[in-house]
């Protein structure tokens, strides 16, 4: 029997890549960027399965240049805004994210951002390697405190939880605001108080970000909600980067409506060296790397292969984000 035809566009940790290629005639795109788009449509041409990356539009023209066999979709992130799951749905081909394995790590790199941002890290290390740093000065750098204050959660599913779970550890005051409310003892354990999303941002001196992109979240932090926060808040996202208004939030990082900026995700990505925002001293930007640790890609790369390798049996995802795919009918 014919081995099933698979492309995976991109290297991904072999803790993936093994598996997948012990069971498929397996295609690697092997450049650090990703496959300009006629080439992954080129290359998506008969197979049967796909692992997608964020970076890969996987929509109704690339699931027809792939053909009617494609079995299943694997996308190696939790989020999938680069997938047309309808289209997907449409044809009845499960999608497969990787859930749960990345909160914790993501959670960290929130905090990392938050607590850069508010004690001027990265400024202070330009600082120093400019041979700036001549004495201890009693105004140099001065930040504000983290431990103490009030933090708006946004978005309070698994990540923005785990992001709350480390607030408590600063003794903060915790807000969150979603579309549903937490259940009581979730509230509970983290101490977390429901908010709109108008008091949350009036009353945090950090604002995080853990929404999905939708067409409801997206520039959900635009100029106006902006000109509400409090004038020393820090606003750190590691959602996506078309959550924020980036051309209203360079505006108010630079004219003191708010004090701080740490930003994982941009919009577009990647972020042009010549961006408005990088001129900004209050601003701090890393290149999407909030799962970015050994172990989670790994754990990702194990769970997008077996979301695949499920799909080509036949079988039901592990991690299906169109589960309507299986009802009958
Ligand atoms: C995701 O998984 O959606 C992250 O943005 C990248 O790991």
């Not at 792939?66 to 044809?91: H, I, K």
């Amino acid at each position: 029997m014919s081995r099933p035809r698979v492309f995976v566009a991109r290297v991904i940790p072999e803790a993936g890549l093994a598996p997948i290629r012990e069971a498929c005639d397996t295609d690697v795109w092997p450049d650090e960027l990703p496959p300009p788009r006629e080439e992954l449509l080129r290359r998506v041409e008969g197979i049967d399965g796909l692992v997608s990356l964020l970076t890969d539009r996987v929509d109704g023209e690339l699931l027809d240049r792939a053909g009617p066999q494609l079995r299943v979709v694997s996308n190696y992130a939790v989020g999938f805004d680069n997938v047309d799951v309808a289209a997907c749905t449409g044809r009845r081909i499960p999608v497969g994210n990787t859930p749960g394995v990345l909160t914790e790590t993501t959670a960290d790199l929130a905090w990392a951002l938050i607590m850069a941002a508010a004690r001027r890290v990265a400024e202070g290390d330009r600082y120093v390697r400019a041979g700036r740093w001549r004495t201890w000065g009693p105004m140099l750098l001065l930040g504000s405190d983290v431990h103490g204050s009030t933090i708006g959660i946004v978005g309070f599913g698994r990540i923005g939880q785990a992001v709350a779970r480390r607030a408590t550890g600063f003794g903060m005051r915790i807000l969150y605001h979603d579309l549903s409310r937490a259940t009581e003892a979730v509230e509970r354990e983290l101490g977390a108080r429901f908010a709109t999303l108008d008091e949350l941002l009036a009353e945090s001196d950090v604002v995080s970000l853990h929404v999905n992109l939708t067409d409801v979240t997206r520039q959900l932090i635009n100029r106006e909600r902006l000109a509400t926060m409090k004038t020393n808040a820090i606003l750190v996202n590691t959602s996506r980067g078309p959550v924020v208004d980036q051309v209203a939030l360079f505006e108010a990082l630079r004219d003191g409506v708010i004090g701080a900026a740490g930003l994982d995700v941009t919009d577009p990505e990647p972020m042009a060296a010549d961006d408005p925002l990088l001129t900004l001293e209050n601003c701090l930007v890393v290149p999407h790397i909030a799962s970015a640790t050994h172990a989670t890609r790994g754990r990702m790369a194990s769970m997008a292969a077996a979301n695949l390798l499920a799909g080509l049996r036949g079988e039901r995802l592990p991690n299906p984000v169109n589960p309507e795919v299986y009802d009958r009918g």
